[in-house]
């Protein structure tokens, strides 16, 4: 075994606001908002013990260019755009997704619930 998956990691310029948009879009906690300084990374998970811990991570550097890895998620594009996300290409005759920037750009794609 070369490697094994740990955790997703996500940039941010504002890491505080990003991890509550995130908690907020998810359905995800905050487990050590209180023990840890607000300038270290902050760790999101799902309360359900389901979905992977998220890293949102400080940095100085803005997005400039599209994301080579991201997330995929089961929701509604409509409340996730209603909640602050951008939605950057509609599903079509090409693709079965639509594809999101979460509110500092970061993409990742949004699949209808399953069964619907």
């Not at 599903?91 to 999101?100: A, P, T």
């Amino acid at each position: 075994m070369t490697a094994v998956f740990k955790d997703i990691c996500l940039d941010a310029n504002d890491h505080q606001a990003l991890a509550d948009w995130w908690c907020a879009a998810m359905g995800y906690v905050r487990p050590h908002q209180e023990d840890r300084p607000r300038e270290w990374p902050v760790a999101i998970v799902d309360p359900a013990g389901r979905g992977p811990l998220i890293w949102v991570n400080p940095v100085r550097e803005t997005k400039t260019v599209k994301n080579r890895m991201h997330i995929d998620v089961f929701g509604s594009t409509a409340e996730l755009v209603a909640a602050g996300a951008k939605l950057v290409r509609a599903r079509d005759g090409e693709i079965e997704w639509d594809v999101l920037e979460d509110p500092e750009g970061n993409e990742f794609c949004v699949f209808a619930p399953n069964g619907a």
